[in-house]
Each structure stands twice: as C-alpha cells, then as structure tokens.
C-alpha cells in the first residue's frame, strides 16, 4: 500500500461489508500517473469526503468507481463482493437532465432502464422530493429550473433506486454560497435518514468538514490522510493536508534559526522555543524553517509565546456579519492575517498600533520534507 502518512486501513483480507478500493492506479501513458494504488475503505452507511487540489485525481476515482473509466490496476468491492453499476448512484457537477423529459420522468428516468428496471415506492418518491423542496416543479422541463433546482434535480435521480452507495462529484461547485448552505444541509439530512455509503468530491473545506464523517486527503495522485474532521485539523500530515483544511487559510512564513533574523526580515525566533532543534537539521535549508499558524485570532497583548515576537497592527477591519479580520505586519514586512468569529471579543485596536502578538503552539505547524513536526 502506498499512501503517504495517512491513517491505518484493515488488511485487504478483511471482512468489509461497505465500499472497498484497493490498490486503485490510474496512469495515462507512462509519465502521467493520475492515481497511485488508492487504498480506502467506506463504511455501510458512512459519507467520506475526498478533497484535494485540482489535477489530484478525485474525480477519476470516482468515474472508475462507477465505471464510467476503467482502471490500470486496483480491485473495488461493496458488502465484499464486486461492485456493479446497478448500485452506484451519481451526483455530477453539472447535472445531466433530458430536456424534453419533465422533472419528474428525469427523476423515474434510471428506473426504467434495461437491467435496471423496477417499481418506485411512492412513498419514497414523495419523500425525496419533498426532502429536496422540488415538489411543485414535477412538471417543469429542465429549461424551466434554475441551477440550483436543477442540482437538486440529479440528487433526486441519484438516490431514485436507493443504490446503496452514492458518488458525488463536486455538486455545489457552480451555485453560489447560500444555495451551496441550503443543498449541503439538504444532502445531510438525506444521508442521515436513508443511510447510503457516500464519496463526496469537493475542493471546498467546509463542504468536506461538514459532510464527511471522515475526511480524505489527496495530493498528486495519493490518499495522504485519512481522519475525522477533528483529528484532521487538529493533527495534518502534510503541509497540503493542512492547506486543504484551514478555513480561513493558513498564514505561511519563513522563521530562521538563532536569535534573531537578519535585517530585513521579518520575525524574532528563539529557536530553543520550538522544541525542534534536532528536526532543523533535517529540513533542507538547515536553518531557515517554514512556519504555518492557523487563522483563528490568537490573545492579542499579554504573555508572547518565544515563536514570535511584538507585530505591528497595520490594519483593523470589522465585516457586517459581526466578525472580524484583523491584518497584522510585522517589523520587516511579512503579512498575517488572523479571523475573529465574535468582533466584540477583540480588544480595542488602532490602525499602527504596536501589539504583543500570543500565538499557542498547537496553532502552528512545521513540515520538513513535506511532512509535520510538531511545536
């Protein structure tokens, strides 16, 4: 098995009664390699989100997990026994709807196929249009719908014939932010109730924390981690699996072994601080180190953590929503940022205004070769 640093899966003699992939590859030619040997399992009932970078291979899993591409090697299963397209629902991004079909026939459309044939519980259908607010639209065309009614549309026809494992592939990436909330609680509530075993594909964070009853990383063709939202922000792997989780994005600096930095540069590091001088070493530069700290707002004032030293406030802005963003500059020019959820819990800043910055070490990050070391 070849996944990088992620956590670790069953034996592949294991008895598995959901989705299973095993040593998934899949390469164009012999220098481009799209996947390499992809192990996850899926538990019965179980939604995992799979996020990464575009180009990282996701959505091909996923088309070779329906079928719709075929892979260079690897074996998948569902209940332990080979996965066919009879029992793999699809949620494309941009939903594939027969124009001159009503929404209705569209929804019924994958159970009046040949081999797929088969009486809908009425019951159900009502329910799962009620579930997904398309009800009084039965009779519309698809040109009719606006995007995100259409979207709700392929989710219908997704789960009509309650195929025990459900795909989507980025469904949200094209509506905007309130319709992307609303469709993302509606999927919930339909997979907390029907229970179906889902891979969700998406490049949005909070749809991938949100969703995912475990979160799974990629980054060029590999499954890096595999964790529960929590563990996954709190413990990263890589230094991409911590991007891909950090909402508001991480603030990325260069700190620099010894005393103090050059002039010029930007902050004041004790090195003995970070409990780390044996992994300097190990970094390539020897002795400059990249540093990620989290976007939350660390106590401004009062005690400092040894990592940095005193900022200079620049910037102090309040959006309408009741939280704020606050922009620090530090002596020598590296920017910060760092998000407040609760405005009124800052302390009274002015712009210029010279401030004791505290930073706690579990809020920051090391990755030497590309994986973490810990403050």
Same mark, same amino acid.
């Given at each position: ?27 164009? *030619? ?13 538990? #019965? ?9 575009? *180009? ?23 209940? *332990? ?60 065309? #698809? ?203 800052? #302390? ?28």
């Amino acid at each position: 098995m070849t996944t990088q640093g992620s956590t670790p899966q069953p034996s592949s003699t294991t008895t598995h009664g959901g989705l299973q992939i095993r040593g998934v590859a899949k390469s164009f *030619g012999t220098d481009t390699h799209v996947l390499r040997e992809i192990d996850l399992e899926v538990e #019965p009932g179980e939604m995992v989100s799979l996020v990464g970078a575009s *180009g990282t291979g996701k959505s091909t899993l996923l088309r070779i997990i329906a079928g719709l591409e075929e892979a260079n090697a690897g074996r998948i299963t569902y209940a *332990g026994q080979p996965l066919s397209a009879g029992q793999v629902g699809f949620v494309f991004q941009h939903p594939i709807l027969y124009p001159h079909l009503s929404v209705r026939k569209n929804i019924l459309f994958p159970t009046t196929l040949r081999g797929y044939r088969q009486k809908v519980d009425k019951n159900y259908y009502t329910d799962l249009m009620d579930a997904l607010q398309i009800g009084e639209l039965q009779h519309r065309k #698809p040109q009719e719908l606006s995007g995100g009614q259409a979207q709700r549309v392929g989710i219908a026809r997704a789960l009509i014939r309650k195929a025990p494992v459900v795909l989507f592939d980025e469904p949200l990436a094209s509506v905007d932010e309130e319709l992307s909330a609303s469709i993302r609680a509606d999927i919930a509530r339909l997979h907390a109730e029907y229970k179906f075993t889902g891979l969700y594909v998406t490049h949005d964070q909070n749809e991938a924390l949100q969703l995912g009853q475990r979160v799974a990383v990629m980054d060029a063709g590999y499954l890096v981690q595999v964790d529960t939202p929590e563990h996954l922000l709190a413990n990263p792997h890589t230094l991409q699996a911590a991007r891909l989780t950090a909402s508001p994005a991480l603030n990325e600096l260069t700190l620099t072994e010894g005393q103090h930095l050059p002039a010029g540069a930007s902050l004041y590091v004790r090195a003995t601080s970070l409990r780390r001088i044996e992994n300097i070493a190990e970094h390539p530069s020897k002795n400059t180190i990249p540093v990620q700290i989290r976007s939350v707002l660390p106590q401004v004032g009062g005690t400092l953590y040894r990592a940095v030293t005193q900022a200079k406030v620049t910037v102090y802005a309040a959006s309408h929503d009741g939280s704020a963003r606050v922009p620090l500059q530090v002596p020598g020019g590296q920017p910060l940022e760092f998000f407040e959820p609760d405005a009124l819990a800052l #302390p009274v800043l002015t712009s210029g205004q010279r401030a004791q910055v505290q930073v706690p070490p579990h809020h920051c990050f090391i990755f030497a070769n590309g994986t973490r070391h810990y403050l």
